[in-house]
């Protein structure tokens, strides 16, 4: 039985912890970030039926790269980059790295966390939706700096890669909402759900879910990029000389760095 059954904005979380804290509470500061496409946008759908495919890797392994996950962007994705043609292809092979201030990443009290670039409404969406997602999003930005303010509009209209842990991840404005079932310590049943805003047309909320498939779905090329990983890394942790060895966790330990706003 589910102790603890919430909703954020419309979406269900369910706890078996009756001891543990409110979801709101359990978010922390990701629900400051969440909120402007969550909420104040008119509120967010999900397109299914789900696609679904089983993966042999552990859970937490795509989890946690939802949080981080512009580090291997460049490298994995390099291939679906150059032919998805979307506002981040510069960045295949790491040929041009992002320029300095480009986004920021947040992590909160109880694991949930993310990344933020700036201005990325149309996320990994190919070449012939750009300018139709790009000029959707700024109107409605345009709104909300008046409802929200210039700071929280411009997250509403950048891209939110997420984690709301332990097991569902978001890709906000490439229309990605993901959830990962255990089966067992290697082996983990993907569902993928299309991510739409409410007040789309029709007919965009159709093409959009259509191009979440292409990207991340059961074929998807990003999602046969990320499966590879998802795997390898996986099979290769319970390797002889990976147990031997420790694991490196404190990149940027010790930098933090708070801005006035964000």
């Not at 509120?43 to 993966?55: R, S």
């Not at 795509?62 to 580090?71: I, K, L, W």
């Not at 795997?231 to 708070?258: H, P, W």
């Amino acid at each position: 039985e589910v102790a603890r059954v919430e909703s954020f904005h419309g979406f269900i979380y369910g706890c078996f912890d009756q001891e543990a804290p409110s979801l709101m509470d359990y978010l922390g500061d990701a629900a400051w970030y969440l909120e402007p496409i969550f909420k104040h946008s008119g509120g967010l759908e999900l397109v299914g039926p789900p696609g679904k495919v089983v993966i042999k890797a552990n859970w937490k392994a795509p989890a946690e790269n939802f949080v981080g996950d512009a580090y291997h962007v460049g490298w994995t994705h390099a291939s679906s980059l150059r032919t998805g043609e979307s506002i981040f292809s510069s960045l295949a092979g790491n040929a041009v790295l992002p320029p300095e201030g480009a986004g920021l990443q947040m992590t909160s009290k109880y694991g949930s966390g993310m990344g933020v670039l700036w201005d990325g409404y149309s996320g990994v969406h190919s070449a012939h939706l750009v300018p139709e997602l790009m000029a959707f999003g700024g109107a409605k930005q345009e709104r909300l700096n008046k409802e929200i303010g210039d700071v929280r509009a411009r997250i509403y209209r950048s891209h939110l890669n997420c984690t709301v842990f332990p097991n569902n991840s978001v890709l906000t404005c490439s229309g990605v909402f993901k959830v990962w079932n255990p089966i067992d310590a290697n082996t983990t049943e993907v569902w993928t759900y299309a991510i739409v805003e409410k007040d789309m047309p029709e007919d965009l909320k159709r093409r959009l879910a259509d191009a979440v498939q292409r990207t991340f779905g059961p074929a998807g090329f990003w999602e046969s990029d990320d499966n590879d990983n998802m795997e390898t890394a996986s099979q290769n942790g319970k390797k002889y000389q990976s147990r031997d060895s420790d694991l490196i966790s404190n990149l940027g330990f010790g930098k933090d760095v708070y801005g006035d706003a964000v």
